[in-house]
């Protein structure tokens, strides 16, 4: 992503998704802009770049017990 940084026109937007070592942490969480998803777990942040405009944003994590969930 930081090959887009150089683009002035863009947003940066970045999540923390901090690690608390709990039976959680391993489960993976997804952050959604448009169609574009991104697998996040404890310990691990992300950067993603928007466009000017409006932007649909959607976070959604796994069912603690239902691991092939994604909502």
Known sequence: MAAQSWRLNRARLCFVREE????INGLRSWIRIEDYSVPVIGGQA?????????NNLTVTSTIPYDPHSRN
């Open 20 to 23: 608390d070592n709990g039976a």
């Open 46 to 54: 992300v950067c993603l770049y928007v466009q000017p405009g409006s």
